[in-house]
């Protein structure tokens, strides 16, 4: 057993932050002793060379970035209460919970907060609120609100996202009536994914907290025992590797939307990557542009290297299957969309070195 640290972790995030409401349920739910501080960008570029929040410093003072990297390095260090499904298909379930959150959940995200005239003036106000200073909160609410658009939010398409996420909070309403949740009465990283665009923002804005309030109540009860996750009294997950039939419903309204925008941003990566040099240099975040749909309005949004690396994280716990183990998550999967990404084989490896991301040498 490690020495007991004699110093907590420092979290340093924003309450408005979608990726900080991704980690902070993790750290609740593990019973990790921690100072969550307001997030101080100049020192996360000084640890990291990277503007991202949020960031954990260990008690050793390292620094963790990367909500998914910080995941894996809490379940190593502290793995009771366990975050991960060792299940073949609770697990898959849970990485493609996290696919969709890190990948398409924040074009909901952004539209609810940015896409309105009220929604954008409440967020602004936020925004100046929490930096004290009207001309560098205007600024920074400017740069979110033109960020809507390269995630592939628009005026045009909010149509399709707003029945997208009616849908969605529909079934997880149904599914939350049921179970406490995702994959049972135990939390796993699929509910503290979730947390990111459903606590972070929805239950923030003041545009979709309405829409909680008014159209999904279990879910609203589902954030608040996320946020006290008091874990030792929680039960288990389903047992024998099972997927509640509303869970799996979840899923499928998750996976038929986001697959097919994933799966076009994945194409434009490998295109890109065919000829890119193999020199060891960070890769670019944003490698080009994809247009694709959703609900037969357009989606236009920029085409990064972060979701192939992720992409890449499900299929290795995905490939590492047994076949029959495999074809038994393949047939429980069957119709919710999610195929496509499983069955996709790149033809390029993304590694991480230090925080960036690298074309590994093939
Ligand atoms: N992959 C990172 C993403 C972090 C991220 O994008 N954070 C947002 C705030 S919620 C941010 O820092 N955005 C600023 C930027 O993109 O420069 C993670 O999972 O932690």
């Known amino acids: 057993m490690p020495a007991p640290p004699n110093r907590p972790y420092v979290f340093h995030s924003f309450e408005v ?19 969550e501080v307001l997030a101080d960008s100049g020192l996360i570029r000084e640890r990291t060379g990277l503007t991202f929040i949020p960031m954990l410093l260990t008690p050793e003072d390292e620094a963790w970035q990367d909500s998914t990297d910080i995941y894996d390095r809490l379940e190593a260090r502290h793995p ?7 299940t073949p298909l609770q697990r898959i379930a849970a990485h493609l919970v996290e696919l ?10 952004m539209h609810y907060r940015w896409g309105s005239e009220l929604g954008e003036a409440s967020a602004r106000s936020r925004f100046i609120a929490m930096v004290g200073s009207e001309e560098v909160g205007t600024k920074a609410a400017a ?5 809507r658009l390269a995630i592939g939010a628009s005026d045009e398409n909010a149509p399709a996202i707003e029945a997208h996420t009616r849908e969605l909070l529909d079934a997880l309403s149904t599914h939350f009536g049921a179970h406490r949740y995702l994959l049972g009465e135990r939390m796993s990283f699929a509910d503290c994914a979730l947390m990111g665009p459903l606590d972070g923002h929805f239950f923030t804005d003041l545009v979709s907290r309405n829409l909680l309030l008014e159209t999904a109540r ?3 009860g589902w954030i608040e025992r996320c946020n006290h996750p008091n874990a030792p009294a929680q039960g ?3 047992t024998e590797d099972a997927l509640a039939p509303t869970c799996r419903e979840t899923l499928g309204v998750m996976g038929r939307d986001a697959a097919p925008i ?3 941003g994945l194409r434009v990566f490998e295109r890109w990557a065919d000829d890119a040099p193999r020199d060891g240099k960070p890769l670019p975040r944003a490698v080009g ?12 949004r920029f085409a990064g290297s972060y979701a192939p690396w992720l992409v890449q994280r499900v299929l290795d716990d995905y490939g590492a299957l047994d076949p029959a183990v495999r074809k038994r998550v393949d047939e429980s999967l069957a119709g919710t969309g999610w195929e496509a990404v499983l069955a996709h084989e790149p033809r390029h490896r993304v590694a991480k070195r230090g925080y960036e991301l690298v074309l590994d040498a093939d």
């Open 17 to 35: 932050s979608y990726f900080s409401a991704k980690v902070r349920p993790a750290l609740r739910y593990k019973r990790l002793w921690y100072d």
């Open 143 to 147: 740069r979110m609100a033109q960020a």
């Open 262 to 264: 994933l799966m076009e």
């Open 100 to 109: 969709y959150v890190d990948e398409f959940g924040l074009i909901p995200a």
């Open 218 to 220: 279990p879910v609203v």
């Open 236 to 238: 288990e997950w389903l």
């Open 80 to 86: 009771d209460p366990p975050l991960f499904p060792t």
């Open 289 to 300: 542009q994809t247009e694709s749909s959703l609900r037969g309005l357009p989606v236009v």
